[in-house]
């Protein structure tokens, strides 16, 4: 995650100037030797690169990468703001869930913290009046949402530079600040994501466990969530965010049906993919619901079809 050190370093080189480590230094009031850990972490994250000059002399400057970018359009929006003060890591993993107004309670259990720490994190926001209370929930006004795609940059980026570090062809499907969703490219790297101890498949991959194997083109898919046990619930929601396709919502429906997976239970746990809507269509079939008209967000299979598919995997 961005601490504040790097922040600060960032903000010095965001309307695109270089400078020295020293300069840095006096700007930024850390330390010379601080400044070179803080940059050689930047620079391996691909945040900052720099060149030589004379006496090898470092001279460093801000890339273009997606996190630099959302600061730097979060600057020139709001740039009234003094961001190194409000922002620290803790902040910058509550405003994730700030795009609506949630409860402090629910960050926190989704964050893993207790509902002060979520209110410490908050502190900076409500002093500067940034944050629309509904009630007992919080969410950041209208006029903030630089500043949700920043975390959002942020905590991409977070999950990014973790599971590259074993995989290097993954790319990430979805995330939270304590979750991810991946997926791989090569053999090498599904190997080496299956020996990690904090990754587990998931999606169609997973479906084997629970006695339902299909044949599955490409790499699987594997889920980041080391402090959490992963759930058939998860698993459907995982295949669903994948791929919305016909195949797919079929042998979700299929999973569903042989786990006896209930609805309230599923649609709690969706929510948090933005797929309630969709979870809700797949259990208008599986109360025998079939509609010619299709008017669903996405594509259910016939009653005939579906049948068909539970005869061939044997579920009753």
């Excluded at 001279?59 to 009234?80: C, F, I, M, Q």
């Excluded at 803790?90 to 259990?109: G, H, K, M």
């Excluded at 990690?196 to 339902?212: D, H, I, P």
């Excluded at 309630?276 to 079809?305: C, I, K, W």
Aim: aromatic fraction near 8%.
């Amino acid at each position: 995650m961005l601490t504040k050190a790097g922040l600060a370093v960032l903000d010095a080189l965001s309307a695109g100037r270089t400078a020295t480590p020293s300069e840095l230094a006096g700007e930024t009031e850390y330390s010379q030797p601080h400044l070179y850990e803080i940059l050689d972490e930047l620079q391996s994250e691909g945040l900052v690169t720099e060149t030589r000059e004379s006496h090898n002399q470092r001279r460093v400057r801000a890339t273009d990468h997606p996190v630099v970018e959302a600061y730097r359009d979060l600057r020139s929006k709001l740039g009234h703001v003094d961001w190194i003060e409000v922002l620290s890591p803790a902040t910058l993993r509550v405003c994730w869930y700030l795009d609506e107004p949630r409860r402090a309670s629910e960050i926190a259990e989704r964050l893993g913290i207790t509902r002060q720490g979520v209110h410490n994190a908050l502190s900076p926001l409500k002093h500067r009046a940034m944050l629309s209370p509904s009630g007992p929930e919080y969410a950041l006004s209208e006029d903030l949402s630089p500043l949700l795609e920043f975390a959002r940059a942020v905590v991409r980026h977070d999950h990014r530079s973790r599971v590259r570090e074993i995989a290097p062809s993954a790319t990430v499907e979805w995330c939270d600040p304590k979750r991810a969703l991946v997926r791989v490219q090569t053999p090498d790297d599904t190997t080496a994501l299956q020996s990690a101890t904090e990754w587990q498949l998931t999606g169609l991959a997973k479906f084997q466990e629970y006695g339902l194997q299909f044949f599955l083109v490409g790499e699987p898919a594997f889920w980041y969530a080391p402090e959490e046990e992963l759930t058939p619930a998860d698993v459907v929601c995982h295949t669903l965010v994948l791929d919305s396709g016909s195949r797919r919502v079929s042998y979700s429906m299929l999973l569903i049906e042989k786990l006896d997976i209930d609805q309230e239970t599923l649609t709690e746990t969706a929510r948090w993919y933005d797929l309630e809507t969709t979870v809700t269509a797949l259990y208008r079939p599986l109360r025998g619901e079939f509609d010619a008209s299709n008017n669903f967000p996405v594509f259910l299979p016939s009653e005939s079809e579906f049948m068909a598919l539970k005869e061939q995997y044997e579920v009753s």
